[in-house]
Protein backbone atom coordinates (compact mmCIF):
# COMPACT_ATOMS: atom_id res chain seq x y z
CA UNK A 1 0.00 0.00 0.00
CA UNK A 2 2.73 2.61 0.80
CA UNK A 3 4.47 1.59 -2.63
CA UNK A 4 0.93 2.86 -3.97
CA UNK A 5 1.01 5.60 -2.14
CA UNK A 6 4.78 7.01 -3.08
CA UNK A 7 3.79 6.17 -7.13
CA UNK A 8 0.79 8.20 -6.77
CA UNK A 9 2.26 10.89 -5.35
CA UNK A 10 5.31 10.86 -7.59
CA UNK A 11 2.71 10.61 -10.52
CA UNK A 12 0.84 14.01 -9.05
CA UNK A 13 4.28 15.98 -8.73
CA UNK A 14 5.09 15.00 -12.35
CA UNK A 15 1.02 15.98 -13.90
CA UNK A 16 1.69 19.55 -11.77
CA UNK A 17 4.87 20.20 -13.02
CA UNK A 18 4.02 19.16 -16.84
CA UNK A 19 0.60 21.48 -16.44
CA UNK A 20 2.83 24.13 -15.02
CA UNK A 21 4.91 23.76 -18.18
CA UNK A 22 2.54 24.36 -20.33
CA UNK A 23 0.48 27.18 -18.76
CA UNK A 24 4.20 29.21 -18.75
CA UNK A 25 4.69 28.34 -22.56
CA UNK A 26 0.57 29.72 -23.58
CA UNK A 27 1.40 32.69 -21.16
CA UNK A 28 4.47 33.27 -23.40
CA UNK A 29 2.71 32.91 -26.22
CA UNK A 30 -0.18 35.02 -25.21
CA UNK A 31 2.05 37.61 -24.33
CA UNK A 32 4.08 37.53 -27.47
CA UNK A 33 0.81 37.77 -29.87
CA UNK A 34 -0.65 40.78 -28.11
CA UNK A 35 2.98 42.61 -27.76
CA UNK A 36 5.56 40.68 -29.25
CA UNK A 37 7.29 42.05 -32.44
CA UNK A 38 6.40 40.12 -35.81
CA UNK A 39 8.87 40.25 -38.47
CA UNK A 40 9.01 38.21 -41.66
CA UNK A 41 11.70 35.93 -42.60
CA UNK A 42 12.66 32.84 -44.47
CA UNK A 43 12.81 29.53 -43.92
CA UNK A 44 15.43 27.06 -45.67
CA UNK A 45 15.52 23.23 -45.58
CA UNK A 46 19.67 21.93 -45.75
CA UNK A 47 20.84 19.09 -46.53
CA UNK A 48 24.17 17.61 -47.23
CA UNK A 49 25.23 16.11 -50.94
CA UNK A 50 24.01 12.51 -52.05
CA UNK A 51 27.41 11.26 -51.42
CA UNK A 52 27.28 12.04 -47.73
CA UNK A 53 24.92 9.10 -47.43
CA UNK A 54 21.71 7.85 -46.29
CA UNK A 55 22.16 8.33 -42.36
CA UNK A 56 24.00 10.99 -42.73
CA UNK A 57 21.32 12.98 -45.07
CA UNK A 58 18.32 11.58 -42.54
CA UNK A 59 20.11 13.00 -39.57
CA UNK A 60 22.07 16.02 -40.79
CA UNK A 61 18.89 17.59 -42.29
CA UNK A 62 17.98 20.77 -40.68
CA UNK A 63 15.73 23.95 -41.27
CA UNK A 64 17.26 27.35 -40.93
CA UNK A 65 15.34 30.25 -40.35
CA UNK A 66 16.36 33.49 -40.72
CA UNK A 67 14.69 37.21 -40.25
CA UNK A 68 16.07 40.86 -39.54
CA UNK A 69 14.97 42.18 -36.23
CA UNK A 70 13.69 45.59 -36.12
CA UNK A 71 17.49 47.06 -35.37
CA UNK A 72 18.99 45.69 -38.18
CA UNK A 73 20.29 42.74 -36.63
CA UNK A 74 19.76 39.22 -38.79
CA UNK A 75 18.82 36.69 -36.37
CA UNK A 76 19.60 32.49 -37.52
CA UNK A 77 17.00 30.00 -35.89
CA UNK A 78 16.34 26.19 -36.10
CA UNK A 79 13.58 24.46 -34.91
CA UNK A 80 13.84 23.31 -31.46
CA UNK A 81 12.16 19.61 -32.15
CA UNK A 82 14.52 16.84 -32.04
CA UNK A 83 14.21 16.33 -35.60
CA UNK A 84 15.82 19.36 -36.34
CA UNK A 85 12.95 19.97 -39.51
CA UNK A 86 9.90 22.12 -40.14
CA UNK A 87 7.45 20.72 -43.03
CA UNK A 88 7.53 23.69 -45.49
CA UNK A 89 4.99 22.24 -47.72
CA UNK A 90 2.40 25.53 -48.56
CA UNK A 91 4.66 28.02 -46.88
CA UNK A 92 7.09 28.42 -49.66
CA UNK A 93 9.49 29.29 -47.41
CA UNK A 94 7.91 32.42 -45.84
CA UNK A 95 7.69 32.42 -42.30
CA UNK A 96 6.20 34.84 -39.69
CA UNK A 97 8.78 35.43 -36.51
CA UNK A 98 7.32 36.66 -33.01
CA UNK A 99 9.65 38.18 -30.97
CA UNK A 100 10.18 39.92 -27.56
CA UNK A 101 12.03 43.45 -28.58
CA UNK A 102 13.80 44.07 -25.52
CA UNK A 103 15.16 40.55 -25.18
CA UNK A 104 15.58 39.87 -29.21
CA UNK A 105 17.67 36.28 -28.43
CA UNK A 106 15.85 34.61 -25.64
CA UNK A 107 15.16 31.30 -26.87
CA UNK A 108 11.68 31.15 -24.38
CA UNK A 109 10.28 34.55 -26.20
CA UNK A 110 10.54 33.56 -30.05
CA UNK A 111 7.81 31.59 -31.89
CA UNK A 112 7.88 31.06 -35.60
CA UNK A 113 5.14 30.61 -37.92
CA UNK A 114 4.47 29.40 -41.41
CA UNK A 115 3.26 31.71 -43.91
CA UNK A 116 2.16 35.59 -43.45
CA UNK A 117 -0.83 34.52 -40.67
CA UNK A 118 -0.33 31.83 -39.05
CA UNK A 119 -2.34 29.36 -36.90
CA UNK A 120 0.14 27.44 -35.16
CA UNK A 121 3.29 28.69 -33.37
CA UNK A 122 6.74 26.78 -33.24
CA UNK A 123 9.20 27.39 -30.55
CA UNK A 124 12.63 27.61 -31.88
CA UNK A 125 16.74 27.99 -30.74
CA UNK A 126 18.64 30.57 -32.06
CA UNK A 127 21.11 29.25 -34.12
CA UNK A 128 24.88 29.20 -33.25
CA UNK A 129 27.10 29.82 -36.17
CA UNK A 130 29.57 26.92 -37.04
Keep these: MMQFLIVLGVLI ?20 L ?18 AGLVSRLTST ?5 YTALDGAVHSLIPRSGAGTF ?15 AHPLKEDRIRVGFGPSPERWHRVRVRQEP
Design 13 to 32: VLAGFTLAVRAHRHMTQTWL
Design 34 to 51: RRGTRASGHAVTVQPPLS
Design 62 to 66: VTIIT
Design 87 to 101: RLVGASGAVTVLYDE
